[in-house]
T-cell receptor, first 113, second 112 residues
Framework: NAGVTQTPKFQVLKTGQSMTLQCAQDMNHNSMYWYRQDPGMGLRLIYYSASEGTTDKGEVPNGYNVSRLNKREFSLRLESAAPSQTSVYFC????????????FGPGTRLTVL | QKEVEQDPGPLSVPEGAIVSLNCTYSNSAFQYFMWYRQYSRKGPELLMYTYSSGNKEDGRFTAQVDKSSKYISLFIRDSQPSDSATYLCAMSAGTGRRALTFGSGTRLQVQP
């Protein structure tokens, strides 16, 4: 099993450009999440999807949109990138147990110039 | 004030030392607690999870929860250079959307 995979690994954008970060999991998990990680800020939830067909905002959703394409795939879109969106983005999935333990992908390092 | 506080370190110890990593939290609804290890430029990796108060042991790692003090700890015995990483605590109330709230992480360096 590959677990959680993310593409691309690295990306450099200019202000105003758009892009989509892709995430897929092969663990048959119901829930999927997008986080950003910034120095000293820890992991902050952007959006999550409790199950296929549902999405909901997290702590820092402004400037982002998501699509839960099917049970395996959950994408994050930046419509008009800003330098404040320079960060490392992690996708995670969870089986939906009471603990809500989450399993993370390797991350995408995004720089917006 | 953050819901979960964690000393960022770095914490530097010699190989073989016992390491204590800690988090404090303010939300009394938290009852599920997790520790993640994150190597440089990698994704967080789940190490251990515990429910409510008490201890849980897994090899060289022991997780401890004191709900009355809102304080959780991760102990690493016989620390190895390969334990050098950032350790993140995470917790959830187990209700509602059951999102995890993370500490900002403590960077550990084990010197050979």
């Amino acid at each position: 099993n590959a677990g959680v995979t993310q593409t691309p690994k690295f990306q450099v954008l200019k202000t105003g450009q758009s892009m989509t970060l892709q995430c897929a999991q092969d663990m048959n998990h119901n829930s999927m999440y997008w986080y950003r990680q910034d120095p000293g800020m820890g992991l902050r939830l952007i959006y999550y999807s409790a199950s296929e067909g549902t999405t909901d905002k997290g702590e820092v959703p402004n400037g982002y949109n998501v699509s839960r394409l099917n049970k395996r795939e959950f994408s994050l879109r930046l419509e008009s990138a800003a330098p404040s969106q320079t960060s490392v983005y992690f996708c995670a999935s969870s089986p939906g147990s009471l603990y809500n333990e989450q399993f993370f992908g390797p991350g995408t390092r995004l720089t917006v110039l | 004030q953050k819901e979960v506080e964690q000393d960022p370190g770095p914490l530097s110890v010699p190989e073989g030392a016992i390491v204590s990593l800690n988090c404090t939290y303010s939300n009394s609804a938290f009852q599920y607690f997790m520790w993640y290890r994150q190597y440089s430029r990698k994704g967080p990796e789940l190490l251990m999870y515990t429910y409510s108060s008490g201890n849980k042991e897994d090899g060289r790692f022991t997780a401890q929860v004191d709900k009355s003090s809102k304080y959780i700890s991760l102990f690493i015995r016989d620390s190895q250079p390969s334990d050098s990483a950032t350790y993140l605590c995470a917790m959830s109330a187990g209700t509602g959307r059951r999102a995890l709230t993370f500490g900002s992480g403590t960077r550990l360096q084990v010197q050979p």
